[in-house]
């Protein structure tokens, strides 16, 4: 409970950043008592694939891509893992939520291997996926909002120099025009005889 309460109130409080998200990542790995945490964004490309990653401790490794179909169909995958850096396996648990981008989003989190995920864990670590993608959801929309109404307000700009510039020229052509006549009927009058 403790974990949520901080976790809900920072990212309330403040504008949704990378440290934002990396707070909540540690408030997690202290709350759950585990190696490390992390937040994993995955772009489909098929030139090259993306990947961004925000971790707590250590930078996880890549996820096969049978993890990653299993997280597409299932949302929710459970395995060991076992790293070059790390002396020893892991418990890894892994969240696949959609992200803002519609690219897909995994909370990761690892555990020593005698560690044993208890049911109550499982629902944290599940919620704060949901509390991931809802609050990058928002700030997504919020964003969108945003640049919307600065298009609106450049697009009113330029409607009202558009204006004033199409009533600055029409006086201009009046002014050319009684300019033109003024000095067409000045050069008459020197031309015509003086009839005495």
Do not use: W
């Not at 440290?19 to 008592?33: I, P, S, V």
Request: hydrophobic letters at 40%.
């Amino acid at each position: 409970q403790d974990f949520l309460y901080q976790f809900v109130r920072s990212v309330n409080h403040t504008i949704v950043s990378e440290t934002t998200l990396r707070k909540g990542l540690f408030l997690l790995e202290k709350a759950l008592n585990i190696n490390n945490v992390a937040l994993i964004f995955t772009e489909s490309d098929l030139v090259a694939p993306k990947e961004r990653v925000l971790f707590s401790n250590h930078k996880p490794e890549k996820l096969s891509d049978q993890l990653l179909d299993e997280l597409n169909t299932d949302n929710f995958v459970r395995f060991v893992s076992r790293s070059d850096d790390l002396l020893q396996s892991q418990q890894c648990l892994a969240v696949g939520f959609t992200s803002p981008t519609g690219s897909l989003g995994i909370l990761k989190v690892e555990a020593d291997f005698e560690h044993v995920f208890d049911e109550t864990e499982i629902q944290l670590i599940e919620l704060t996926a949901e509390l991931f993608s809802m609050v990058m959801g928002f700030q997504g929309r919020e964003q969108e909002s945003r640049r919307l109404a600065l298009l609106e307000e450049r697009a009113a700009i330029a409607r009202e120099l558009h204006d004033s510039l199409a009533q600055s020229l029409s006086f201009m052509k009046i002014q050319i025009s009684r300019l033109q006549s003024a000095t067409l009927d000045t050069l008459s009058a020197k031309e015509l005889p003086s009839i005495v």
